[in-house]
């Protein structure tokens, strides 16, 4: 039976990586992979969860099974940072650790499912991932665009899909970091789409993957919150893998929220059994040195601080590249209005192309890029093989 399955395309980013490691140019730049990195190139294991490893090492007593609910002490340590302090919610939301954001995802999508959900709505273009998942799951997709031709969130293409979705729908959204055009809906707008659910029978999945890489940890969840105050019952999916440097060791988390008391229960209980079923129990580490991080004050802030070096960085590539204006047929001064460490640059496939056979610059197909490939010594090369490209 296995002689019988369809060949498969090979993902086009994990080719894109092997083609950059194997270019032998000094100056090439790799633009491609969704990492963070420092100006020197490097993606560094944070200092805070250096310091956590080691306690954990030290005081870490066994090794045994937790169960496919996780840390529960990483998930419930991590739920002020994702939801504040307003007490209205407390008894209203719980949660379970995933195999990172993308577990988070599937178990969402999923669940949803079991609750007899047959459509995602989608602002698109999205991570690819998204479609992939629902796919999987026999979703129906329904696309919508997700950018208005000015470089804003299009929030008529919201209120146009809205208007014709039913009970069985859920709304897929991106906390913030917009993968991958870095086009986030403005607070006024995130309030606008809350009263809207709040109004109907869609069930709202929130991809929170990028908290703290835009405006600031408290700034990047106001889309979140505003949605969770307005309506009954939603689903937000989490990544610990960007904002605290722990890519490789997949620490997520899906959280719920119901009406307090059994029908909270009654859905996290079958989330756990879906997840019992698809990976039985997430991985341990990463998740155990979060919660030490969260639960020692010191250490908390020097996770802030690290995190906020990063969001600094990001912003300051973002500002050099607006400062640039219009280079080529290439306006980039909305990317300077835009967040996170994705942008699309509108480029089409024989332009890409040049790009990396003419000047060792790697992008996704797409025209995505990361924000953070970028530093002072290869902006000006990037901006000047843009302007031949597009002239």
């Known amino acids: 039976m296995l002689d019988r399955l369809a060949p498969q395309q090979p993902d086009a980013l994990l080719a894109l990586i092997k083609l950059f490691e194997a270019d032998p140019r000094s100056d090439k730049i790799d633009l491609g992979v969704g990492v963070y990195r420092t100006g020197a190139g490097e993606t560094p294991v944070f200092d805070a969860i250096k310091a956590a490893e080691r306690k954990l090492v030290a005081e870490q007593d066994s090794k045994a099974y937790l169960g496919p609910e996780g840390d529960m002490g990483f998930v419930r340590a991590l739920m002020p940072t994702v939801f504040g302090s307003d007490p209205t919610r407390k008894g209203r939301i719980d949660g379970m650790q995933t195999p990172g954001g993308t577990g988070a995802v599937r178990l969402a999508l999923a669940l949803a499912k079991r609750a007899g959900a047959t459509r995602v709505l989608m602002g698109v273009p999205s991570w690819p991932n998204h479609a992939q998942i629902a796919a999987d799951l026999g979703l129906e997709l329904v696309p919508f665009d997700h950018a208005a031709p000015d470089g804003s969130a299009d929030l008529d293409a919201v209120r146009a899909v809205l208007a014709g979705a039913g009970e069985r729908d859920v709304l897929l959204l991106h906390g913030c970091c917009h993968n991958p055009t870095g086009i986030d809906y403005t607070d006024g707008q995130w309030d606008e789409i809350a009263a809207m659910l709040g109004e109907g029978p869609v069930l709202p999945v929130i991809d929170l993957a990028y908290q703290g890489l835009g405006r600031g940890l408290a700034q990047d969840a106001y889309g979140a919150r505003a949605v969770l105050a307005r309506v009954p019952r939603a689903l937000v999916a989490y ?141 000006d090369k990037f901006t000047r093989a843009l302007a031949q490209v597009s002239a």
């Not at 960085?313 to 500002?319: E, N």
């Not at 300077?336 to 040049?354: N, W």
């Open 239 to 379: 990544s610990c893998d960007k904002n605290f440097g722990l890519y490789r060791d997949r620490v997520g988390a899906l959280y719920v929220q119901a009406s307090a008391g059994e029908v909270l229960d009654r859905i996290v209980a079958n989330a756990l059994n879906l997840a019992r079923a698809t990976w039985s129990m997430p991985p341990d580490h990463g998740a155990a040195a979060v919660r030490l991080v969260l639960r020692d004050e010191d250490l908390a802030e020097q996770w802030r601080d690290e995190l906020n070096e990063m969001r600094t960085r990001i912003q300051r590539v973002r500002a050099s590249l607006a400062a640039k204006g219009t280079v080529g047929a290439l306006d980039l001064k909305p990317l300077g209005r835009q967040f996170g460490m994705f942008a699309m640059l509108p480029l089409d496939k024989e332009q890409i192309q040049v790009l990396r056979a003419d000047h060792g610059i790697y992008m996704a197909g797409s025209g995505r890029i990361n924000i953070a490939g970028l530093t002072t010594g290869n902006i």
